[in-house]
């Protein structure tokens, strides 16, 4: 009889919001076989509300003239404001460098770089699942390049460790932390374990570092200075990738290709609240880009990847940057 009421009330309160045809109810049960989604009956009206709010969203931005596309990925069950508790800062991080320690090169840079072409660089991207740990997969992902780039190694580091022992440093395992808090951390701490040895949880746990075990290891931490976007070409083009904060909006949920921009973001340090990795550059139809690694899995943007305007500190992407020196 209970469920039987709430069923009524949320097949009533579903259709009092908006129309839903067959249609929509044919979309939403092909996106959910095809992402294994099971519900109770009365979430299933709710998702199928939320889903179909974001499809709408998504063919209305595809119908319009912008410079990148979005499709519904394994996200679009869910509202805004549930992807952002799950995946992203709920709290702004100390981060920034006000005057930060890179020393630019001054050197004639190229037009173009790929980190991910020019050799055995780059690790495969990997997936933060619910837990707002992206600055340790920016924090790996970078060590995980440099010292590939310094010794011709490319072995994926823990996330783990950092999510589990690194709060010493400001950072807060699934709730946030900063990627160069978290290099300070390993320098400190003596080193970094591999994803193999200390692998991957999703949610905060023990600390269980064993230094015999370390793998990687940081001899400093370079800070970009705030807002200084031409030192992160310099460091991107002669040195290696790069970490970086921005901020996450509701239109980049559903990002598929072409160069992410928006005039919805902020753009300081007070308001970043996802980290990632710049590991290139380039330029398209005269729109320079950064080519960056996010850690959403590969089913999300372009085989995990995404593009976004370059030159313009684009969602505060120029706020806190920072590599590790091995
Ligand atoms: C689409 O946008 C581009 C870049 O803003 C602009 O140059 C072009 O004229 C627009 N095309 C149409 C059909 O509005
Ligand atoms: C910012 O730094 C202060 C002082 O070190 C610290 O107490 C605070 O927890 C930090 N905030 C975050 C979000 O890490
Ligand atoms: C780099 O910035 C972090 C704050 O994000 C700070 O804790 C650290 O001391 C800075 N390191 C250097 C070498 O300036
Ligand atoms: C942020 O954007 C505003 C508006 O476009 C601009 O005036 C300001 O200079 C930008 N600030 C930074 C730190 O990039």
């Not at 949320?10 to 009092?16: H, K, M």
């Not at 400190?188 to 370390?214: F, H, V």
């Not at 031409?230 to 072409?258: L, Q």
Request: proline share 3%; net charge negative.
């Amino acid at each position: 009889m209970m469920d039987g009421l709430l069923f009524l009330f949320a097949l009533l309160s579903a259709a009092s919001a908006f129309h839903l045809s067959d249609q929509d109810e044919f979309h939403f049960k092909s996106w959910l076989a095809q992402h294994n989604r099971v519900y109770t009956m009365e979430e299933y009206y709710n998702r199928l509300q939320i889903f179909t709010r974001n499809k709408r969203r998504i063919d209305k931005h595809n119908e319009g003239n912008h410079s990148f596309s979005m499709r519904l990925n394994q996200f679009s069950d869910m509202t805004f404001s549930e992807f952002r508790k799950s995946f992203l800062w709920s709290e702004p991080q100390n981060c920034s460098a006000t005057r930060g320690n890179y020393l630019s090169s001054n050197a004639p840079l190229p037009d173009s770089i790929d980190w991910r072409k020019k050799g055995n660089y780059v690790t495969d991207v990997k997936n933060q699942a619910s837990c707002g740990s992206c600055w340790t997969f920016s924090t790996t992902g970078c060590l995980e390049s440099v010292t590939a780039i310094a010794t011709g190694k490319l072995i994926p580091l823990s996330e783990q460790q950092l999510v589990d022992c690194a709060q010493d440093f400001n950072n807060h395992g699934c709730n946030g932390g900063l990627p160069s808090q978290a290099f300070e951390y390993i320098f400190y701490n003596n080193g970094l374990m591999t994803e193999t040895d200390y692998p991957y949880k999703a949610i905060e746990g023990i600390c269980k570092y064993e230094p015999k075990m370390a793998s990687a290891h940081v001899k400093d931490v370079v800070n970009i200075t705030a807002y200084d976007e031409m030192g992160m070409v310099d460091a991107v083009a002669t040195r290696n990738p790069v970490s970086f904060a921005f901020e996450v909006t509701p239109d980049f949920m559903h990002y598929h290709d072409g160069v992410y921009t928006s005039t919805k973001c902020h753009n300081t340090t007070d308001k970043v609240n996802h980290a990632v990795l710049a590991v290139g550059y380039g330029e398209t139809n005269g729109t320079p880009y950064w080519i960056v690694k996010n850690s959403w899995s590969t089913t999300w943007g372009i085989n995990g990847y995404f593009l976004i305007e370059r030159g313009k500190n684009m969602c505060g992407l120029a706020a806190c940057s920072s590599f590790p020196v091995v």
